[in-house]
């Protein structure tokens, strides 16, 4: 068959067509690049317009503070007088503990379910699938209620311990991977005398760098990116997260546009660079999910 | 196999305390919610005083009471919208982005982008983009000659527009999980199909479509459930309005929840979600096992 093929290829008529689709390709991707892209490109262009010159008519295709000495006047602002380094810090620590939390309790889970057995294992993982789906919304106001009577708000605690305990993506996750991690590997260190927390912690976890790094980047990115419990949990300005303090500028300065999308540019920031490094481990993530969820 | 089963390596409890993280999130912020949820929902409760009970009058209101009938019909509306674009854009830009090309990995990427990006910050830059008067895609139009609208301020034209920024912002995760499955289907498929001159639209109706038909239906039941994710961007951008025509039942459940507090109402709407919600779960379990038998079994 191959060798029925090669000559078909090589034959100029199919090059050809070859050649011009790859430029019909070419075309689309760039349009589609161009409609991805332009928010974000506005998005940093407007950050540079003055309180006037973001209101001018026509549209500034050129930010007027631009390559001037007041450049960065906007992002000073954003800095110094509405203390926007408390707000990216503040979403760093809450992603960062929650993430890391959702990582321990879906790995350990993840390993019970993949290499131990034990009375309603099948029963138990299958209500955790069950729930997977249920958007956080919809268990919202038990929730609320529940984080009132343990005396919980204004605080991190309902922002971090929920995504602490819950993840079921990354419970699958693991489960799968754990399961299909080689016997003899735990049958070298049993025999060596390790304890179920020694197999996990020396044997299994090593093994198991890619997945916690993909989770970890993928439960960062969703905490960070969280909206719902911090504008119903935090009331305090220095606790504010950075989403909840963009949608508060939003509707204490809604005519300050500059402002607002430099703060947009400001919150975005972390988490685009983050993906820029980071982006094989995201896709790796949801690819599986696709394939396997 | 045989020594697995032989070789005692841990005790019974030890299961228990490598899942106790997970089942007190399971039984805490999962399964007591959804049964929280039923009870108030029953009910009529502000929060200060004792509930009342109503039965089920809450149900009733919902799906009797006109203004929350638009409410149901604007959720309809945005997960329709959602849904169908986020599959059409997500198997096209997974076709545009399945070649071996220069530079592919970076227009990947950048679909991606918006992915990873806040619902806050898509919602205020897009807000800043369609804005009636000072928008940059209203000045886009002028060139042409179309007088564009307030696409967020008129009462027929936010909701598709909001859906639509939603899809913008969605479709790249769609495209990557239709190029996990595009490139599943084996390639000598579409070998056999070259070797019998197949044309492109032969190949995508022939090949593509038939096998990524088990695929699609599952990445459809995972876009509807998505679809009602929808609270960030409407808060961000609309707040529900003009005239509640951007009001979803998620976001009926913040309202009624946590503005006007009446949360055994809240509840009722919260309590219809999940129970949508459920139906497409077990859908998905049910095709799946379905589909999984003959290769397993």
Redesign the interface.
Known sequence: MKVAILPGIRDGRIYRRQRASNAWRYLFLALVAAVMVFPFFWMIANSFNSKQGILSLPPNLVPDRLFTPEMFLNYQEVFGDYNFGRYLWNSLFVASLASLGQVITCATAGFAFGKMRFPGRNLIFGIILATMMIPTHATIIPEYILMFRLGWMNSYLPLIVPSFLIGTFGTFLFKVFFENAPMSLLEASVIDGASPGQVFSLVFVPLARGAIVTLLIIAFMNNWNDLLRPVLYITSRELMTSTLALTQFQSQYSTEWNLLITGAVVSTTPLLVMYAFLQGYIIEGVSHLGSKG | MG??AK?R??R?Y???L?????????V???????V??LR?SFTAWD?MNEPVWLGLDNYRTIVSDPRYLSIVNNTIWFSAIYTVGVMVLGLA?AM??N?R?KG?TV????????V???????G???S??LSG????LN?FLELFGIDGPHWLGESNLALPTVATVQV?KMA??YM??????LQ?IPRNLY?AA??DGAT?SQKFRSVTLPMLAP?TFF?LIIAV?DS??N??II??MTRGGPNETTTTM?YS??LN??VFYR?GF??AV??V??SI??V??AI??WMRRRWAEPVES
């Open positions: 020594f697995q070789l390596w841990y019974w030890h299961p228990w490598f899942l106790a993280l997970a089942l007190v999130g399971l805490v912020f999962r399964l007591y919610p959804i929280a949820a108030y929060i830009l545009l982005l070649a090309l592919i227009f990947r990427a950048l679909t991606y982008a918006p990873v990006t806040s619902a806050v910050a898509v205020i830059v897009w800043w983009i008067r000072y928008g940059i000045h913008w790249g995760y990557t999980i239709f190029l996990a499955g599943e070998e070259d070797i492109g695929f990445v459930v009602f994710n609270f960030e808060y961000s998620v459940v913040f929840g946590f949360v809240g509840a919260a309590f979600l999940m919600v459920g497409f779960t998905n379990f």
